[in-house]
Nanobody
Framework: QVQFVESGGGLVQPGGSLRLSCVAS????????MAWYRQAPGNQRELVAD???????DYVDSAKGRFTISRDNAKNTVYLQMNSLEPDDTAVYYC????????WGQGTQVTVSS
């Protein structure tokens, strides 16, 4: 079983930036196709961005040009750099594998508000 610990969220004004981190347990991280997801109040959890084991990235339309996903396999960590944040980005952000899920972590709250 792989465990995830997300961090880096907070309260930020519209137009601001945050960098989220997610540390995964275990020794197989470098082989995982990883992703960031988010869940806003009253909504289902949705995909935000993903990164393959080789470093190929993909983003949902709302994240393109604003968010950057990256990984550091030596640290078992996946990152999400979020720029030009908007109130609609307010959600709890989670990481997990892209297609086959392990148990979800506690997530990290991102609130975009003036």
């Amino acid at each position: 079983q792989v465990q995830f610990v997300e961090s880096g969220g907070g309260l930020v004004q519209p137009g601001g930036s945050l960098r989220l981190s997610c540390v995964a347990s275990g020794s197989m991280f470098s082989s995982y196709h990883m992703a960031w997801y988010r869940q806003a109040p009253g909504n289902q959890r949705e995909l935000v961005a993903d990164i393959t084991s080789r470093g190929t990235t993909d983003y949902v339309d709302s994240a393109k040009g604003r968010f950057t996903i990256s990984r550091d396999n030596a640290k078992n960590t996946v990152y999400l750099q979020m720029n030009s944040l908007e109130p609609d980005d307010t959600a709890v952000y989670y990481c997990n594998l892209r297609f086959v899920f392990y148990s979800w972590g506690q997530g990290t709250q991102v609130t975009v508000s003036s």
